[in-house]
C-alpha cells in the first residue's frame, strides 16, 4: 500500500509574501491607517469583495471578530434572539453572546445542514440568523433566504469555511445581508488568523469599519463610503479589531490560489467520498444540487454501529495514521452543542445530537495526490471493516 500522505501540514505561503513582508519589515509600516492610502490592508479589502462580487469588504482579526461586528451593525436591541445552527463553532454563539444578544439553537440534519421545520417554527421568534456553512456544507439558502425576507429577517452568513463554494453560480457569503470568512490556518485561506466580512450594505458596512477600530477620520481611507461613515462620527463604540498588514501581505498572494484549492480539494473529498460508498457502515451526505463545494476536509456518518464500535473505528483509524473525530464523541468537542455551557439555557436538540454521535470529521488537504486520497479511502474501509467483522469472527465456529 502507498505511504500514508501527511494529513495535517498546512500548505507553504506563496513565494511573492516575501517581497511585501520584507518591505513592510524595512519600513516598520504594520499599521493599517500610517500610509496615506493603498496600505496591504486596504487593496486586500479591494481585491477580496472584486474576487467574491461584493460592493464592500471590511478585515478584521477574525471571522469571530466578523460576525461579532456584523451583529452589532445590524443595530439589534439588547438580549435579541438570533436563531444559529446547532451545528456549528462555538464562536458562533460565542458572537453572539459578546453583541449582547441570545442564541436561538436550530435543529440540524445528518446532512449537517439546517432543519428547514425547526428553521420555520423558530423564525418568526428571532431578529437576526446565522446561517453557519458548517465545514463548508451549504443548507438550502434558496427556502432560508425567501423564509427571512417574508418576515424581514437579516441573514448573516458565517461562511468561515466555505470560500470557494457558490450556490446557483453565485458566492456563498454573498447571498445574506452579511457575509463573514476567516483567514485561520484551517480554512482555504491561511493567515495564522484574520477574517473578513463582506456586504453591499453602505450604512452597515459603514458602521462596521468604525467600530472596527476606524477611530477620528480613518474611515476615509475606506474609499467610497465617506457619507455613510461620516453620518456614525462619535456616535459608536470602537472595539479596535483591526488587521496587521503583515496579515494582508500573507492573505494577499494566496487569492490567485483559490480557484486551483478549491478545484484539488473538491476532487479529492469526491474521490474519497465515492471510494467510501462501498462501506455498508459509512454514509457520505451528498450535495444539494445548486451547490458546488469546496471542500479541504471530510465528513461522513456511521450507521449500524453501537458508541464502543465507533469508538473502535475511530482508535483503528488512528493506529493506521489518519485522524478521525466523532463530532460528539470526542472529548470538550468545540462544535457540539453540550459544550457550550457559557449559553445560560442550553437546549437539547435531539436530532441534532444524534447526528454529532456519528458523524466524523477528517482533514483531507487540497494539496494531497489521487492516489494519496485512494490510500485514505482504503484505510477508512479496511478500519470499519476491522472493526465490523471481529465480533462476527470471534463467534465463528
Ligand atoms: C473557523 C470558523 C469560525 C471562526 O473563525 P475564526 O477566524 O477562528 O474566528 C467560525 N465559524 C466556522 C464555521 C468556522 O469554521
Redesign the pocket.
Known sequence: MSALPNMHDAESIPPEARAEIDRLLQSGDLFRYTAPQDAPVTLLEQEFAQFLGSRYALAVS????A?FLSLKALDLPRNAAVLIPGF??A??PSAVVHADCRPVLCEVGTDYRIDLDDFAAKLPDVQAVII????GHTSDMDAILTLCAALDVPVIE?A??SLGTTWRGRNIGTLGRIGCF???S??LINAG???ILVTDDADLVARAIIMSGAYEQNWAKHGAVHTACATWQNLLPLYNLRLSNLSAAVIRPQIPHIARRVRDGRRNHDHVAHALTASPWINVPSKLSPEERAPDSLQFNLSGMSDDEVLAFVAAAESAGIKVQVFGLSRDNARAFWNWQFLPDLPDLPQTRAMLMRACDTRLPARLTLVECEAVAQLLLTAADQVMSLPTRAYGT
Not at 477574525?62 to 471578530?65: F, I, M, Q, V, Y
Not at 453557519?132 to 465545514?135: F, I, K, L, T, Y
Request: with cysteine.
Open positions: 477574525s471571522c469571530s471578530a460576525l456549528t463553532f464562536a458562533v453557519s456553512h458548517m465545514r458565517d468561515a469555511h476567516s483567514f485561520q484551517y480554512k488568523e484574520g477574517g
